[in-house]
T-cell receptor
C-alpha cells in the first residue's frame, strides 16, 4: 500500500522555527510536494522537491532525502497566519495524481 | 486569473438520492483532478482527466460515482445513489504541471 506519515499536531510561538517531517512508503516515487490548508479551505501549493536537498521559498523551505524516503517542511519566523494544516504529498510517477498524508495541524500562539 | 471554482459549496441529501458536483478549472489547464477528504482522514485521489480523457480513475470507490469532463473544460462528478459513507469534502484541482495543483474550495457533501 501507499503511506505517508507526518505528525498530527505541532505547536509553536510567533517568531519561532518549526519543522514538519514526512516519511513515505510508496510504490514508486517521483517527487514530494507540500500544501497548506486554512480552516477547511482550498489546499494551496507551497513547494516541491524532486531531487535531494533543500528548496527555499521565502520563510518556507522544504527538504528531501530520497534514500531515506524522508522530507520536511521548515517554517521560519512563524506568524499567527501560519496556523493551518500542512500536507505532504507524493507523485509516484510523472503526470500522476498526488497521494496525501493525513496532515499536520500547526498552531501558532503569541 | 480566476481560480478553480466548485458548485455547490454545500449539499445535504438523503441516502439513495443523486447529487452532481461541478468543477470549473483554471482556463488552459489540461489536467483536472478530483479528490475527497472524509472527516479526519487524508485527502484521497478519485480520478484524473487530461483534457476530456480519463487518465486515471483508479481512486473511484465504486460504480456509483461517475465523472465527466465536457470538451476538456468543466467537469461533473455524479454520485448515484448516495450512501452515508460518501459524506465528505470533494475537492477539484487543475494544473499544467502534475505537482503544482490549484485546488478549488471544495464541496461539502452530507448524506443523511
Amino acid at each position: 500500500g501507499q503511506s505517508l506519515e507526518q505528525p498530527s499536531e505541532v505547536t509553536a510561538v510567533e517568531g519561532a522555527i518549526v519543522q514538519i517531517n514526512c516519511t513515505y512508503q510508496t510504490s514508486g516515487f517521483y517527487g514530494l510536494s507540500w500544501y497548506q490548508q486554512h480552516d477547511g479551505g482550498a489546499p494551496t501549493f507551497l513547494s516541491y522537491n524532486a531531487l535531494d536537498g533543500l528548496e527555499e521559498t521565502g520563510r518556507f523551505s522544504s527538504f528531501l532525502s530520497r534514500s531515506d524516503s524522508y522530507g520536511y517542511l521548515l517554517l521560519q519566523e512563524l506568524q499567527m497566519k501560519d496556523s493551518a494544516s500542512y500536507f505532504c504529498a507524493v507523485n509516484r510517477q510523472a503526470g500522476t495524481a498526488l497521494i496525501f498524508g493525513k496532515g499536520t495541524t500547526l498552531s501558532v500562539s503569541s | 486569473e480566476a481560480g478553480v471554482t466548485q458548485f455547490p459549496s454545500h449539499s445535504v441529501i438523503e441516502k439513495g438520492q443523486t447529487v452532481t458536483l461541478r468543477c470549473d478549472p483554471i482556463s488552459g489547464h489540461d489536467n483536472l483532478y478530483w479528490y475527497r477528504r472524509v472527516m479526519g482522514k487524508e485527502i484521497k485521489f478519485l480520478l484524473h482527466f487530461v483534457k476530456e480523457s480519463k487518465q486515471d480513475e483508479s481512486g473511484m470507490p465504486n460504480n456509483r460515482f461517475l465523472a465527466e469532463r465536457t470538451g476538456g473544460t468543466y467537469s461533473t462528478l455524479k454520485v448515484q445513489p448516495a450512501e452515508l459513507e460518501d459524506s465528505g469534502v470533494y475537492f477539484c484541482a487543475s494544473s499544467t504541471t502534475w505537482y503544482e495543483q490549484y485546488f478549488g474550495p471544495g464541496t461539502r457533501l452530507t448524506v443523511t
